[in-house]
Structures are given as structure tokens and as C-alpha cells.
């Protein structure tokens, strides 16, 4: 890797990740995708999969045990959870690594047993994996060879309540996340749940009590209040194809206000290039972010005294998935952070 290009591999190309990967790398000024793997389609060219990104030169896709990791700078891994830890630890180790899985997202080895199934697969490398959420861990993420890029509905909550629970705005122990999701969070293997005709004029509410992603949150805001936290989150899934909304209930201590947890976010997000905070009266929606890297949030007063809601929505697939690896790339090969992640969001 020289200071103007890296060649970039994609691990699992063939899924919604691998996909909006494309979408963005294709118009990165400083990367030239150089490998792309699907086993199920191995031989295939990419539009194949994907008709839209056809007729740009990409290479074709091949299985991982044919992979050429000499021509490779910097891989994206976009397997399911389970099986990223042992691919992974046999990569060559001159090539940095963006998972997009789980596998390395919760640093306690006992916390992903519990939580995942099984004891973890690569434990040594665990260790050494940074957890990616941009905005709280660039020196760290400039000097990783493994990010381990958030979940999309971590992503959404913790850009909001990390700040707060930082500053001892908000009742740590009072946290209530009712979070929003467009069917491609889900995946793109063929799952009865994902069908059309069980997901369109409805709402389902899944996970409850028990999502995944309960933990990754956790992490986040216990690292940021210095004592264990667990917060009450539900996840539902929408009719519609992308966007997170989540309305985040907190209980407002230390005579703080409304206008209080407005500033402090306002404040933390002032210099961020992919974070705004709305004005008094404004409230964002998945439309107004969708293709974009973008997070809108906004805070509104509760009807409950001492109440406030805190409204952040994102795009699942790019802030919540391969935008903010590329974020994530970016970082670690010192590009600017912006670049490659300009789009304006698509509306209507």
C-alpha cells in the first residue's frame, strides 16, 4: 500500500454489504478493487449478482482457497457471523481487515459465548481487534490492522447516548431504545421471514429481550460510564428496504433540560463530517439519509417530566454497514475521512 492507492479485497461480495461496498469503492478516488470472492458464484463476473454494478472492470469472483492475497492491501469481510473468526486468523498477516461480521465486536470472550453460541474461534485475535465506531476510536482504529465495523442498530443508538451518559446528562440505568429496521438488515440469503408477502403492510417486532445487539450496545455505554449498564432494546422490522430509525427514551439527572442534551450532542458533532444534530422542532427520517453516510438526530421533550427523547436515524447498509467501513478504511490508511462517502442522500 503506497500513500495514493490500496488494492482492496472483498470477502462475501455477493451480499448487501458486499454490494453497497461496491457502490461506494467504485467512485473512491484511492482504491482498485482487486479481488472479490462468493464461493456459490465462484468463476461468475459481478453482474452476475449484481446487474448495477456491471461494466466497470472488476474482477471476477472466485473462492477464498483461490484467492491471490498478493495483490491485496486491505480487505472487507462481509461473511455471516460464525464464520469470519477462522478465515480471518488464517489471512496473510500483512493485510489490514474490515469485518463486517460480529465475530470481533464484543470484547469479552464469555459475553459473545453467551451470546453467539459457541466459545469464540480466534481468541488471540479478538484481542487485537479494534472496535470500529468511527467518531469514538480514531487514533485506535490509525494504527489497527483489524476493525471490527459496529452493527447497523449499535451504530444508531450509541452515536446518540454515548455523549450523554459520558457527561452524566442522563440515568444510565434508564435507557429504552425502540429502534426501526428496513428488511435488508436481515441479509440477503432467502429467509421465509424476508419474504415480500411477510414483510410488506406490516410491522414485526423480533428479538425481544434477546437481540445480539443488546450487547454491543452495552459495551459501548459501559465503557463510556465506567460502570456496567444494560439498556431495554427492541428492534422491529419494517416494510421498506433500508433506513434505521431509533427514538431513544432517557431520563434527563442533574437538573439537566432538553435544550441541555441538545448542545451536548450538538457540541460532540460539531466537527464530525457524517453526524448533525437538528435544530428545536426538526425530526429526521430514514428517507433523509438513505444512500447516504449520514446520521440525523434530533431531541425532543417527553410528556413525562425530566424526560426526553432523543430521535437518530441512518442508512443501515452505510452508516450502519459499509459506509462507515469505508469510514473505517479511510482512517486506517490515513485518507481523508470524508472520501469516497461525499454521497448526498437519495429523495424522495
Request: proline residues 6%; hydrophobic residues 45%; glycine residues 10%.
Amino acid at each position: 500500500m503506497d500513500a495514493q492507492t490500496v488494492r482492496v479485497g472483498i470477502l462475501g461480495a455477493s451480499g448487501y454489504t458486499g454490494g453497497e461496498l461496491l457502490r461506494l469503492l467504485l467512485r473512491h478516488p484511492r482504491v482498485r478493487v482487486t479481488l472479490l470472492t462468493a464461493d456459490r458464484n465462484a468463476g461468475k463476473p459481478i453482474d452476475s449478482v449484481f446487474p448495477h454494478l456491471g461494466g466497470y472492470g472488476l474482477p471476477l469472483l472466485t473462492s477464498i482457497d483461490k484467492a491471490d492475497w498478493s495483490e491485496v492491501d486491505l480487505v472487507f469481510c462481509g461473511l455471516p457471523h460464525g464464520t469470519t473468526q477462522e478465515i480471518i486468523a488464517a489471512l496473510p498477516t500483512h493485510l489490514k481487515v474490515v469485518d463486517l461480521s460480529a465475530d470481533f465486536r464484543l470484547a469479552d470472550l464469555e459475553t459473545y459465548a453467551t451470546w453467539y453460541g459457541h466459545a469464540h474461534r480466534a481468541p488471540a485475535l479478538q484481542r487485537e481487534a479494534i472496535y470500529g465506531l468511527t467518531e469514538f476510536a480514531r487514533p485506535a482504529i490509525g494504527n489497527a490492522r483489524l476493525v471490527a465495523n459496529p452493527g447497523c442498530y449499535p451504530t444508531s443508538a450509541q452515536l446518540a447516548l454515548i455523549p450523554l451518559v459520558e457527561a452524566a446528562m442522563i440515568d444510565a440505568d434508564d435507557i429504552i431504545i425502540d429502534a426501526k429496521s428496513g428488511v435488508s438488515g436481515a441479509g440477503r440469503a432467502a429467509k421465509e421471514g424476508s419474504l415480500y408477502t411477510e414483510v410488506t403492510e406490516g410491522i414485526n417486532v423480533y428479538g425481544i429481550a434477546s437481540h445480539r445487539h443488546a450487547p454491543e450496545i452495552e459495551q459501548g455505554l459501559t465503557a463510556a460510564a465506567g460502570r456496567p449498564i444494560v439498556v431495554n432494546f427492541t428492534p422491529h422490522l419494517m416494510p421498506m428496504s433500508r433506513g434505521i430509525l431509533s427514538s431513544i427514551y432517557v431520563r434527563m439527572v442533574g437538573g439537566a433540560t432538553v435544550d441541555d442534551v441538545r448542545q451536548v450532542l450538538a457540541k460532540r458533532f460539531a466537527d464530525e463530517p457524517f453526524v448533525r444534530v437538528l435544530s428545536n422542532g426538526a425530526a429526521p427520517a430514514t428517507r433523509h439519509v438513505r444512500g447516504s453516510n449520514l446520521c440525523l438526530m434530533s431531541v425532543h421533550a417527553d410528556r413525562l417530566s425530566g424526560r426526553a427523547i432523543v430521535v437518530s436515524v441512518i442508512d443501515n447498509l452505510v452508516k450502519g454497514a459499509s459506509g462507515q467501513a469505508v469510514q473505517n478504511m479511510n482512517v486506517m490508511c490515513g485518507f481523508p475521512e470524508p472520501l469516497g462517502l461525499e454521497q448526498i442522500a437519495l429523495f424522495p
